[in-house]
């Protein structure tokens, strides 16, 4: 599964917070230097999905604060359900 992501880096808290139409949006405390951000975004998807590790990788934006991320090990309605459940908190 491919998955639209808006990270917003140096928050208070990491969190995904919502949806942007198609668009994750995840906040990390992590800054954005040197893929710390993108290693926080990956730990929480992984974490709050229930999904195992190396599951997720980032297929472009790393540079970015809008990127696209690809999911293996699940199927899209699971995730689809776990990230509404997440996100309607």
Do not use: Y
Not at 25 to 45: M, Q, T
Not at 51 to 61: E, F, N
């Amino acid at each position: 599964m491919k998955l639209h992501i808006k990270v917003i880096p140096s928050s208070s808290k990491d969190s995904i917070t919502g949806m942007l139409e198609d668009t994750v949006k995840i906040k990390v405390k992590a800054p954005p230097e040197k893929g710390k951000a993108n290693k926080a975004v990956i730990k929480i998807l992984e974490k709050s999905l229930g999904l195992a590790k190396g599951s997720i990788k980032i297929t472009s934006g790393t540079a970015s604060s809008r990127k696209v991320i690809e999911i293996t090990g699940a199927d899209d309605e699971t995730i689809n359900k776990k990230l509404t459940d997440i996100c309607n908190k």
